[in-house]
């Protein structure tokens, strides 16, 4: 089976990653590359790092060039889906690396993005419980946000489990690729080496209602998060540090995530001793995990490590889109990732 | 006044940075410097960024070579300061970089540390309450750990305020020089560049119980500390981000900040809307900090950013050694920061 | 058909970047694992990108583990392949990743490695004129150092075609992870982000001969060659700019390089005012190249970017298996690159 | 004495370097800082690692503002400092940091800069033969781009003894703050980290007449300078890689550069054996030198370390006031860096 795909926002760093991914998947041809201001211009000198669409001319995002493909992935700022996604037909696998569809209170939406609520989507993040049956057969996905898709697997099972309360604190560290090609003076290179900074500090960060959203359904009540996003000098990766008051019993806090994590072909709970570096999942799917008890402090710690682009939005994005069309949900993914 | 100065460990990161702000004081004569290993080497293949000292050669460390100096910087593997101080009396200004003389509780030193406590000296960080009081005059002096220095001065004013509960968590970014010179694989270049970790997670750091000492005495009761530090690809800075349920009135955190750090002439409380940066202190004695209140996590959450080999070891170390001296507590110390 | 593959060496960074690649070949399974001082231990904790061999547990490198493949890489210290290799018998397809048995000179050898000289096999370097006709059902690969693989290409072109004199001139910025794992003060994370410096220079780096061989041979009498290798904060890639003095016709330099890589799939010749980008190879078998003329200084300089890992090393590698076999050429190898 | 100063260009790099060295300069005191487009903004939301003048308001760029000052520091994008110098009288010192007033022939400056040429006033490189001479007591300064700060001294010896024949090859390796604050899609973090690019290939970059004017001056006779700049991912630090065919006495060349610099307290040529760091200079005014000879490729090496923004802008340019102004020619320049 071959299915086209189009990728609309192929310019940006999360339709360069998924373009990569997709040069690599047996089952997929690529088609339709667009983009908003670049149209016209052949996909080498924006993306340099693609030799075999280096010839590719990118079009414009419409539904007309987005048209006649069997996926259509969305790789654009947020409002923009919704339109697109109406216009491209029920039948056609749409797959929403934006914001639009994540949340599923319209208020919240409309709180922390402006405007109107295009709807809810089914979430793209099968490793929580209960989405990878909501993401067979759908012609529609919702990736998850980076700081969501790694925090969000760091603390579910525990969540899930009773392990601790609901008041939970989340610093994720992340590499600058996560802010986009966007030209703004502090993601300048002379100003993010050497340097560590935070930002959208104190809940001010969009994804904080995802975050609540994800661990509430889990927790079946709500969850409250404290949510630090922390910007260090690396082009890719996140690392979570998630810790929450420990309720329930130490001893089987390894026991919990080892079981929930048994049969997932992406999460891999590292052995005793052995911590997550950002670097070993460089390019890859993989979420890497550890689980630790803090008996002074009476806290559960847990250290996630995932690539933004690649987990956290790309390979999220393939990894639903296989699961939607009945592929083996691992095709086309590396877990190996490139280091050092 | 011109004092005589000594440096032992004078090779390693934090030797080198205190030589770098002694060669800039204008009352302080460089005198014997010392280290373990590379006795009988030129400084200058050794701190190769050092020009004026390149052709000093390194003597041993022991209280022969260092004594004769008006203050002895002891900048030396954890274990070694008690017996070198004994012996260089008790008129000599003895500046402790480790960790010997730090915790007030023999059995805490004993439990982190191993080996005998070899007592506890005037703590030198002078931002703290009473602290200042403490260091006038003294002839010893220890230094704080880098952690410490800016999670302290970022939680110690909400604290003493009572504006939150004594169950804080603090996740600090941490530049790779605080690790030191020592050869081990995860600080090879190629492991740390494009990578971030944490370790040391869920209570097994060091500078714990330094943490939980001085936020308890700010508090007057036990404070707990859940501490997780992240090292990420920059070879200096800490940028801390610490967090605590808020008991007290949200309205009056940002005053409580801005009246404990009105004289401080290190200590930045930014204007609102402005968030520390640790390139902006880079090579300065300055601390960096803005406060915040999540209103829907109910939490205060600090962020603070310092040079870790400066304030963090070095600059507060001189800073420490004015005060002791009775000279201007700023001299020789840069409030302005190498960036980008 | 499926080839038995062993890798000695598998605990370093050339080991490390040939499983990754050997992982995604479809005509691989990945045999026995082994290196020097890690023998007994899990892959898992020494190379934690590669999760799908995480449990496997690392051998000693001696005939008797390495027996029984169909293909045994080496990527050992110099001096070891030959009594290897021999052990292994002619009909084990053996690829040394090291320096033993690419010089045809065995004065040479001795000269720059010491020792006596293991012999020479075919260079595996199938984009120099007649090296992959050579390569061609062989049984012993020399697989060429990072810096020949792309200062070679940048060069030979304008060298057979007479272009230049042969007086050229080598500036190589590499990345840290060519150094290896080995724990040498400079390659500390803290020394080598934020800084540059340049070592081997002067003729003193051992790829010097190695330039000069491909070189004098592509051109049919002895070059010259003045290497400078620049070690840069990023564990990836080499740029390196060449020129020589012109003494062809400068309009025909482009139309050369076109021909000469026309048919490559791993050489990439850029559009005019497109330079190359180490980031964009990363992880990639492809060398980016440009050519262009300086009229003032009447020089031909080209610059081009691999990563030393892949095509540099690994990637190389598993190029000259497939052709060794009679695979397809590509088969395994990414020519798009892990950026940003 | 005690100077009045102003800084037109207060808030880029060049200005913000020159701020944080004119803070620290005893006869110093700083007046008004200008801008183009953040006039009306205090500098501490531009210039954050510059607390002592956080809250300075930046003024517009005009001869009112920047009139009744000592000194003016102009770093203004090049073609505007002739008409603010004319306004500002030939009693002022004016030291403009850009490139208007380097190159000695119009049409030279006309085809590399375009519009009209604004003339030459003496050049702030006080190591170059005759500089220092021109610089004492003038009213007007050029201070040198930052490449031809390092790559002039590191080939002026050997040109003027006559060492080597006048056809030099430099490749430099720099950060990229040299590239300033503008928004370009290249100079993203994310695009920077991990990455290396040759930029300016070919003779292409506006330096290389700096570079001829230099050398030949020297040598009194045209040197032809083949010159690639190279963008590292650092934020500071010019590595030269400076060769040019040996024509002298390749025993003497060591003892020529430490002849030529013997009584320079800013540039240090380094023991046989110890080759120049970026990191060693950064934040300082020193010039790291290493001289070899290559006897195989029959050419003399010379590596020369800079900060491209000390030594190469800000520091040379307090270098030279202080020449001018007839005070000592090291006040307030470190030549201690900041390392690691």
Redesign the interface.
């Known amino acids: 089976m071959t299915v086209k795909v189009a990728v609309a926002g192929a310019t940006g760093?999360a339709g360069?990653e998924l373009?990569?991914l997709l040069?690599?998947h047996p089952d997929v041809e690529i088609g339709a590359l667009t983009a908003a201001s670049s149209a016209g211009t052949?996909l080498?000198?924006l993306?340099?790092?693609?030799?075999?669409l280096?010839d590719r001319v990118v079009g414009e995002t419409s539904a007309d060039t987005l048209g006649g493909h069997d996926v259509v992935f969305l790789a654009l700022p947020h409002g923009h889906s919704g339109a697109i996604a109406e216009q491209l037909g029920p039948d056609v696998l749409v797959v929403d690396l934006g914001a639009d569809h994540r949340l599923r209170d319209a208020a919240d939406w409309q709180h922390w993005y402006g405007g109107e609520h295009a709807g809810t989507w089914p979430y793209g993040l099968p490793e929580l419980p209960g989405a990878r049956e909501r993401l067979h057969g759908t012609r529609r996905v919702a990736v998850p946000g980076c700081f969501p898709t790694g925090g969000s697997l760091a603390l579910a099972p525990a969540v899930a489990a009773g392990l601790v309360t609901t008041?939970v604190?989340i610093?994720s560290?992340t590499?600058?690729?996560g802010?986009g090609?966007s030209?703004?003076?502090h993601?300048?290179?002379?100003?993010?080496?050497?340097?560590?900074?935070?930002?959208g500090?104190?809940?001010a960060h969009r994804h904080?209602p995802e975050f609540v959203q994800n661990l509430s359904a889990v927790a079946g009540r709500k969850v409250?998060?404290?949510f630090?996003p922390?910007l260090?000098?690396?082009?890719?990766?996140i690392?979570t540090?998630a810790?929450a008051?420990l309720t329930g019993d130490a001893a089987a806090a390894r026991r919990v995530y080892e079981a929930a994590y048994a049969d997932e072909p992406f999460v891999?709970v590292?052995?005793e001793g052995?911590?997550?570096?950002?670097?070993?999942?460089?390019?890859?799917n993989?979420v890497?995990l550890?689980v630790?008890?803090?008996?002074?402090?009476?806290?559960l710690?847990v250290?996630a490590?995932i690539d933004n682009l690649t987990k956290g939005t790309a390979g999220g994005a393939v990894q639903s889109m296989n699961i939607a069309l009945g592929l083996d949900e691992t095709t086309g993914l590396?877990?190996?990732?490139?280091?050092?």
């Open positions: 760093y360069g373009l990569r040069l690599a052949p080498g000198s993306q340099p790092h693609l030799p075999p280096a008041d604190t610093v560290v590499g600058t690729s802010a090609k030209l703004k003076p993601l300048l290179g002379s100003e993010v080496m050497g340097s560590t900074s935070a930002y500090v104190a809940g904080t409250t998060v404290s630090t922390v260090a000098p690396m082009p890719r990766g690392l540090t810790s008051p891999q590292l052995p052995q911590w997550p570096t950002t670097s070993a999942t460089v390019g890859s993989t890497q550890q630790s008890v803090d008996e002074q402090a009476g806290r710690v250290v490590a590396p877990t190996a990732g490139v280091a050092p």
